[in-house]
């Protein structure tokens, strides 16, 4: 059939149908195989024929009622579209960026959240602490009783000294150290930063509910004279633990401000840009939260002595804060 | 139709599958739904449990687990597994994981950039307080405690809900990562119908039809032709094609009615009628279009004479 006997559509069709073809493959390579490890030709062919095909799409809208080319033409530079501007970021060199720049960068931008997730921990722990020696009573309030595991007012001066000196563990290995990771202070942490977008106030009462429960705790000990004891039992991962969880607030914290007080942007976008720094404090909290685990789990069984437990747990505290404040600086 | 223009303008926002590139010309990128996404997500539920349960053999298998802490191993390995795999998985094939492949579906950024890695871990990030708490709290539900169910109830609801009122059917993960989930469009060139060779002898009579028979119809009802017309080539019948037979013959003598076709049309004839008509109305439709006279369907006159 000669061209001439051909509607004006069709005849459009057949003179670039070829170069549609070649595209789709191109489009397939470059999905299949990534831009990176294309051919220079092939990578050149597909940025110019992209636009051909939109050329072509353009055209064929004003001309053309063919339902199936107009769909193909639409599927195909639409396809298209995505390997040329959306192509696959890089991923060399993800971790290491992580780790010496973006990470303690994002920290320290986000100082002030921080400081009000510390502060919210730490101001419930005073109340705790000293409404226990108002009245011991308000230690069953705080605490859940199958998190404290027997230890309350009525315990016994050795029954709670048995519990920080413990002679022979039962539970140890890989066993104890999933156990703790998914203790309570790994899913507070996971809620708080989760609920913070929800308009700041859960994560804020969340943390400051962990802070009563730990003054109370604390405060216990301190009534049976076991204060520096139980305060090395907590510090060989509290430091590291009770961290992460104030970084997850500040997290939270940052997102629901973010969406309490968006200024000048969206709410939407005014979350896009805080969620840049409060995705890297969720993953540093994550981190401290693994590491806490793993010093909880093996740690806390192998090191008996008071001094060690506290060396141990103020010393990985201050290589965490080493990190943060002189990480990722410019060499000026 | 007055009445219908101004409720149409009321809407001005672009619809959101539509996308601007750099060169001008609007592309379509459907925005996935709903009941696709939870399709995807079911999937790789499926898939992180299967790798899961794999690796709780082999650890029962070596003798390092107990019984008292197998629960909290498998928790925790499940954890350990689902984060990685999400980000992971979208990392490497660019915005999809694999229950996203068997759906078609694919992650894209909101603004038609290229998707940044911090992006893709935040909306996974978000995965977990969106997806798999209020799973887990639906699963460790309690009778005695009513108001962590009733609190579990409404964290579900509102997560539910953000998707289903937002236009792009983002869920906060993507509100806060910046970006939404499309379907992937599948390229398929079908056949022209109106370049298909004539395989009839020259003997065969030819249907021709006059400008003034071709007045009738629009793009809309040309475009049903086509797809009418495109079945008969493809699916085969069950009965015989009886029910075909009528279906056609119904609508050839439509179409004659209509255009005042005198002529009767054979019954071996009427397929081939009808995709003379349909070349001759495409012809003559896209002619019109030429001239600025696009007819979006058979009541093109009124809306003509109205606006």
């Avoid at chain 1, 970084?247 to 939270?252: D, F, H, K, T």
Wanted: proline fraction near 4%; glycine fraction near 8%.
């Amino acid at each position: 059939m000669k061209d001439q006997d051909l509607m004006r559509s069709a005849r459009f069709r057949k003179e670039r149908e070829a170069d549609w073809q070649r595209l789709e493959k191109l489009v397939l390579a470059a999905e299949s195989r990534g831009l990176q490890h294309m051919q220079f030709a092939e990578a050149r062919d597909l940025a110019s024929l992209y636009r051909q095909a939109t050329t072509s799409l353009a055209i064929a809208r004003e001309i053309s009622l063919d339902k199936a080319l107009l769909g193909y033409l639409e599927a195909l530079t639409s396809r298209a579209y995505l390997c040329v501007y959306a192509p696959q970021e890089r991923l060399g060199g993800l971790f290491q960026r992580f780790f010496t720049h973006s990470a303690p960068q994002a920290m320290r931008r986000s100082w002030a959240y921080i400081l009000v997730g510390f502060l919210c921990m730490g101001l419930g722990a005073l109340s705790g602490y000293l409404l226990y020696f108002e009245s011991p009573d308000w230690y069953f309030v705080f605490m859940p009783s199958e998190l404290s595991g027997g230890r309350n007012p009525d315990a016994t001066y050795e029954a709670l000294r048995s519990v920080i000196y413990d002679e022979n563990p039962d539970a140890s290995g890989l066993g104890a150290f999933a156990t703790y990771l998914f203790s309570h202070n790994t899913r507070i942490a996971i809620f708080v930063f989760g609920l913070g977008v929800f308009a700041c106030a859960p994560a804020i009462l969340l943390t400051f509910y962990n802070g009563l429960m730990l003054g109370a705790f604390y405060a216990l000990h301190v009534e049976r004279g076991l204060g520096p004891d139980i305060a090395g039992w907590l510090s060989i991962h509290g430091v590291t633990e009770l961290s992460a969880i104030c970084i997850a607030c500040a997290g939270g914290l940052k997102l629901g401000t973010a969406l309490l007080f968006p200024g000048d942007l969206s709410r939407i976008d005014s979350l896009r840009r805080a969620g840049r720094d409060a995705v890297k404090l969720a993953l540093v909290a994550a981190l401290m939260l693994l590491v806490a685990a793993f010093l909880e789990g093996y740690g806390r069984q192998l090191v008996q002595d008071i001094y060690a437990r506290f060396i141990i747990g103020w010393g990985v505290g201050a290589l965490w804060l080493t990190w943060f404040v002189f990480g990722g600086r410019e060499q000026r | 139709m007055i009445l219908r223009l101004r409720k149409k303008k009321k809407d001005t926002r672009p619809s959101p599958s539509e996308l601007m590139p750099p060169e001008g010309v609007p592309l379509t990128l459907e925005v996935a739904g709903v009941g696709v996404r939870l399709g995807a997500q079911i999937t790789d539920i499926v898939i992180t449990v299967v790798a899961l349960v794999c690796i709780m053999i082999l650890l029962a298998t070596l003798d390092v687990t107990s019984p008292q802490t197998i629960f909290a191993i498998g928790a925790l390995l499940f954890f350990l597994i689902r984060v990685p795999y999400y980000v992971l998985a979208e990392l490497v094939w660019n915005g999809q994981t694999l229950g996203k492949r068997l759906m078609k579906i694919k992650v894209v950024s909101h603004d038609g950039g290229p998707l940044t890695t911090h992006a893709l871990v935040l909306r996974n990030m978000m995965k977990e307080a969106e997806v798999f708490l209020p799973g887990t709290l639906v699963l460790m539900l309690d009778v005695a405690s009513p108001v962590a169910s009733f609190a579990a109830l409404g964290w579900i609801l509102m997560c539910l809900f953000v998707p289903i009122f937002d236009r792009y059917r983002r869920r906060l993960g993507d509100m806060m990562a910046g970006t939404h989930v499309i379907h992937l469009p599948v390229p398929v060139l079908l056949k022209d119908l109106a370049s298909e060779p004539r395989a009839f002898g020259e003997n065969r009579k030819q249907f021709v039809f006059l400008s003034h028979q071709l007045d009738h119809y629009g793009a809309f009802e040309l475009q049903t032709l086509e797809s009418l017309l495109r079945a008969q080539n493809t699916r085969p019948t069950t009965d015989g094609g009886r029910q075909r037979d009528a279906t056609i013959e119904a609508i050839v003598e439509k179409i004659r009615k209509k255009i005042g076709y005198a002529d009767p049309v054979a019954r071996s004839e009427r397929l081939r009628f009808l995709q003379a008509f349909y070349k001759a109305q495409r012809e003559h439709l896209e002619q019109r279009q030429l001239f600025g006279d696009r007819r979006e369907n058979k009541h093109y006159a009124k809306n003509g004479e109205d606006a």
